[in-house]
Nanobody, 124 residues
Framework: QVHLVESGGVLVQAGGSLRLSCVAS????????MGWFRQAPGKEREFAAA????????YYADAVKGRFTISRDNAKNTVYLQMNSLKPEDTAVYYC?????????????????WGQGTQVTVSS
């Protein structure tokens, strides 16, 4: 089992910045990819960014590319999502997820463990 706890979600003005954190515990050696997904009211959960736990390769959705940066600190078992130039359409509950699949995946169905989510609200 892997346990994920997100933090950092707050209300921020458009154009502002925010950093989300996700701390993993448990069988972290079984993780290959850590991802951030988001879900806005009335919409499906969508992929935002991911990072390979060992190699550090990163992947981004087009909607956040150039504005969001995912990073990790393996010593702290923590993944971060730095969000800059925030827009009202970035408003969502942000979820941290861990995948045990060897290959990278952006499909939320292929992630095995999920955090409880943290609310990010961007005001215009």
């Amino acid at each position: 089992q892997v346990h994920l706890v997100e933090s950092g979600g707050v209300l921020v003005q458009a154009g502002g910045s925010l950093r989300l954190s996700c701390v993993a515990s448990g069988r972290t050696f079984s993780i290959f990819t850590m991802g951030w997904f988001r879900q806005a009211p009335g919409k499906e959960r969508e992929f935002a960014a991911a990072i390979r736990w060992r190699g550090g390769s990163t992947y981004y959705a087009d909607a956040v590319k150039g504005r969001f940066t995912i990073s990790r600190d393996n010593a702290k078992n923590t993944v971060y999502l730095q969000m800059n130039s925030l827009k009202p359409e970035d408003t969502a509950v942000y979820y941290c997820a861990a995948s045990q699949s060897f290959s990278f995946t952006a499909q939320h169905g292929n992630y095995d463990y999920w955090g409880q989510g943290t609310q990010v609200t961007v005001s215009s």
